[in-house]
């Protein structure tokens, strides 16, 4: 069903089309012919937003009060440029409504709202005038949505030494973003760095176009919070931004060996993570059951998670009730005192020099938490 109506209705019905009011200049086949007011209008309205770079897809209906066929009949679409499309004809005719086959027009790369206008010329048949009438519509033109991210921001850092983080930008609609330009901005609201995205995406999981920052942490020892943004590029991409936090901390003074030790087997335990807070320094044991950090002098906390799965076919008892491992199973390391907890290890610690930890830990079998027996 049509849409919208031309502006044209009043000026119909003020303009009285008697023969013997005309002036006397008035021609004589206009004298005697009958002058019909078309309506313009749309089977669809237009919408109200576009994104740049995209289309809008009309058809256009023209409506003589008469009922007149006007098919044949040829429009014109203006817009910024003078003539955006033009020649459009009127190739439908139900009785009522002639109607032009569908046009699919790319939108202008400007921001903002425009104004089209649809125009009807005037039609100058043996008896009848179709007057020329004319219908604008508006919309607006946005830049494509975007978002960012920043990773690999393993903060603490150093006061005054360099850091290197992963900064990402993703257009809703998919476009390539390499090349764009990102910038990094500090507490103090100063440009800290600039850079470049590449042009292929992180990962799979990671669909963003990335680049890496170096950066140079403050002077001093404290918690910041920093922006990366993606600044209004091009005209086709809206800015966004992204706030990381970050700490720094004094030069290291100490370094802090962690083994640790199945205490049944008195086998090493690998890949276990090892964590000294408050600020928070991590890493993960070797094959020999050890890890090294480098913190200054303080007191730290120090937490170990490690846990591997348990291989099917091990007897185990949950309480008093005996089991056998299916495959589902974790082994937990924590210390013997925590064994029926599986509370992780985690004790105090001053460090004032190099200091070497040794923890024993025993692996208890977790069972599943979706308990099928
Ligand atoms: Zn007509
Ligand atoms: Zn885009």
């Known amino acids: 069903m049509p849409v919208g109506n031309g502006n044209g209705q009043t000026d119909y019905n003020e303009s009285p089309p008697a023969v013997d009011e005309r002036p006397d200049g008035a021609g004589v086949d206009d004298l005697s012919a009958e002058r019909h007011k078309v309506s313009l209008s749309f089977v669809q309205a237009p919408p109200d937003e576009v994104l740049v770079g995209g289309e809008l897809n009309l058809t256009l209906c023209v409506q003589c009060p008469s009922g007149c066929d006007l098919t044949g009949h040829t429009l014109t679409i203006k817009g910024p440029e003078p003539i955006l499309i033009d020649g459009l004809e009127l190739v439908e005719f139900d009785g009522k409504v002639g109607k032009t086959a569908p046009v699919t027009i790319k939108v202008p790369p400007k921001l903002g709202e425009q104004t089209w206008t649809v125009l009807c010329p005037e039609a100058v048949g043996e008896d009848i005038i179709h007057e020329e009438e004319s219908l604008d519509f508006s919309f607006t033109v946005k ?12 903060s603490p850092f150093v006061v005054g030494e360099d850091f290197e983080i992963i900064v990402g930008v993703k257009c809703g609609l998919g476009c390539n973003m390499g090349g764009q330009k990102v910038v990094v901005i500090d507490h103090e609201g100063n440009e800290a760095a600039s ?10 999981a990671l669909d963003l176009y990335w680049t890496a920052i170096k950066l ?9 919070i920093w922006t990366a943004k993606f600044p209004e590029p091009d005209g086709h991409h809206h800015e966004c931004d992204y706030h990381f936090s970050f700490s ?15 205490k049944e087997t008195g086998d090493p335990i690998a890949n276990a993570q090892v964590t000294l807070r408050p600020k928070l320094y991590i890493g993960f044991t070797d094959e020999e059951g050890e890890v090294r950090l480098h913190v ?25 009730v005996p089991r056998v491992t299916r495959g589902y199973e974790y082994i937990v390391y924590v210390p013997p005192e925590n064994a029926e907890s599986l509370t992780p290890f985690e ?3 001053q460090i004032d020099e190099d200091t070497t ?10 069972p599943p938490e979706e308990d099928t027996l």
């Open 347 to 349: 004790r105090t610690y």
């Open 248 to 262: 720094t901390t004094e030069p290291p003074d100490c370094e802090v060996t962690v083994k640790l030790t199945d």
């Open 296 to 320: 200054p002098r303080g007191e730290y906390k120090l937490g170990i998670n490690a846990a591997k799965q348990a291989p099917r076919g091990i007897e185990y008892k949950i309480g008093e």
């Open 143 to 154: 830049p494509h949505p975007t978002s960012m991210a920043v990773w690999n921001v393993n």
């Open 195 to 204: 850079g470049q995205l590449g042009d292929e995406v992180y990962s799979a």
């Open 357 to 366: 930890i040794e923890v024993e830990l025993v692996g208890i079998i977790e």
């Open 216 to 224: 140079k942490a403050p002077d001093t020892v404290g918690g910041f």
